[in-house]
């Protein structure tokens, strides 16, 4: 990335979070041979999230979705993981590998969905509805999932709510989309929904996502339901607001198969824009653009390769989880993966 695109994307971290990206590295050759040399040193795996910036995610050695990225994580033969994506993924990923050192380049990358329910307000609505089953989406801190009575993705959100028996209510948090979608699908009455989204990507929504597809008639659209940012975009598909058949909600793993699979010479991509860099790659004839151009996530975009660099340096930042958080956090994760269709490449 050159000089001026790195000022721009720290100028618009810290006009959308108040937060001050490291900077002052480029990403260019001795960059990128001293991160390899320190990782190897280290015996770290460095992980990427596919919203990463394209420089991240071009030197990790593995790129995927979080909970893909935390399995990846749990059965490495490396002690050190180096997560790069925001606070909850590598929070899973010391859930499931208790035993390794994880790090993440800048702790303070957070998510605005995550944050949308904390402990606090999960155990209050616990206490209105105690019998009720608590349903967690993936985006969660770990303190929420150790409160969790199944995890989900949005891949099996579906699945797990109907493996609830029909008399139980439910609280499904935080993200209300997901939750409608889900609520729509079942059909069930006791599902209760928490009130959360990601507000980075909001700008995702109905009149731009139908616009876009009548601009682009002969166009697939490719929704991907892992982060918060597309779940809104999956709540229309379901609603029937952009036609069904050119509407394809895929997995990460899903996307990159389709887009090597399609005959389309368009694809219109409704996620944070990072996934962007790989669709490209995985299928470069193939014009893939953003239903919206905005859609990038600041606090992705802190793991700069200033941070990461300073990381291999310095082995900051550590993640902890105490024991008996992760314990309670796993079980739910566990459950989650014992209903199935966990959507690992998604
Ligand atoms: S895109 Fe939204 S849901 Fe995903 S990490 Fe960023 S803030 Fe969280």
Known sequence: MAATATAQLIDDVERTT???????????????EEVRALAEKRGAVLLAHNYQLPEIQDIAHHTGDSLALSRIAAESDADEIIFCGVHFMAETAKILAPHKRVLIPDQRAGCSLADSITADDLRAWKAEFPDAVVVSYVNTTAEVKALTDICCTSSN????????????TVLFNPDQFLGAHVKRITGRDNLHIWAGECHVHAGINGPELAAKAEQNPDADLFIHPECGCATSALYLAGTGAVPKDQVKILSTGGM?????????KSVLVATEIGMLHQLRAAAPDIDFRAVNERASCPYMKMITPAALLRCLREGKDEVFVDEETAAKGR????????????????
């Not at 959100?157 to 139980?168: E, G």
């Not at 079980?331 to 966990?342: C, K």
């Open 157 to 168: 959100a579906v699945d797990v709510v109907a493996s609830i028996p029909a008399d139980k």
């Open 256 to 264: 990159i198969d389709a887009a090597r699979a399609t005959n389309a």
């Open 18 to 32: 108040g937060l001050t990206p490291y900077g002052g590295v480029l990403a260019d050759a001795a960059w990128a």
């Open 331 to 346: 079980a739910s994760v566990q459950r989650m993966i014992e209903i199935g269709n966990s959507g690992g490449g998604e």
